[in-house]
């Protein structure tokens, strides 16, 4: 069993910095490999990026890629979410996921395949 607790959201100006963190719970946190997902209002839930299990390998959407940067620290159990040059359509609510699937398939990961979500935390960023 994995639990999963993000923290760091909030409001900030575009153009600003925010950094989200997940902590996790359980003694196979370091088996799997992580990510974050966003869902806006009454959209989709989309993809922002993934690391794989030893934190060598990250992958990102298109959207955020060049502004967004994921990190993990094993020794910690938690995984990081830099985000840069926010814009107001980075307004989400912001997911942190585990998955036994292999981070670089994570673009097209069915939700099905997401081992554990944790609660969400908001970012709003304002114009």
């Known amino acids: 069993q994995v639990q999963l607790v993000e923290s760091g959201g909030g409001l900030v100006q575009a153009g600003g910095s925010l950094r989200l963190s997940c902590a996790a719970s359980g003694r196979t946190f370091s088996s799997y490999d992580m990510g974050w997902f966003r869902q806006a209002p009454g959209k989709e839930r989309e993809f922002v990026a993934s690391?794989?299990?030893?934190?060598?390998?990250?992958y990102y959407g298109d959207s955020v890629k060049g502004r967004f940067t994921i990190s993990r620290d094993k020794t910690k159990s938690t995984v990081d979410l830099q985000m840069n040059s926010l814009k107001p359509e980075d307004t989400a609510v912001y997911y942190c996921?585990?998955?036994?699937?292999?981070?670089?398939?994570?673009?097209?990961?069915?939700?099905?395949?997401?081992?554990?979500w944790g609660q969400g935390t908001q970012v709003t960023v304002s114009s």
């Open positions: 690391i794989n299990w030893s934190g060598g390998s990250t």
């Open positions: 996921a585990t998955s036994l699937t292999h981070a670089s398939s994570w673009r097209t990961l069915r939700r099905s395949a997401i081992n554990y």
